[in-house]
């Protein structure tokens, strides 16, 4: 068996910025505080189960809020509501 030791050289990894909400954006699509909430928790990848659990709401809440969101944003299920909202800076 043969070992040998080889020196790479380090790259740089570009710091990245702190995440800004676009609040310009929330408030033309008059997203809630709790709506943006629970977006950012479905981006998480969080169920409707989990987030009720975290936030002490029932799951129909939760769907309720889900659905308010995704009509706002114009998605019609999780997997188009994530990519939207990072698109318009409304979550990291």
């Keep these: 068996v043969v070992v040998r030791e080889v020196h790479v050289k380090e790259v740089p990894v570009p710091a990245r910025e702190p995440f800004l ?3 310009k954006k929330r408030e033309d699509l ?3 505080p709790r709506e943006l909430e629970i977006l950012e928790l479905i981006a998480q990848g969080m169920s409707n189960r ?3 659990e975290k936030l002490f709401v029932s799951e129909n ?3 309720t809020h889900s659905s308010r969101v995704f009509d706002k944003l114009g998605a019609r299920r999780r997997t188009q509501a994530v990519p939207l909202g990072k698109e318009f800076g409304l979550i990291p």
Aim: cysteine-free.
């Design 61 to 63: 809440t939760v769907k």
């Design 30 to 32: 008059s997203i809630t």
């Design 21 to 23: 909400l676009n609040e």
């Design 50 to 52: 989990e987030i009720a």
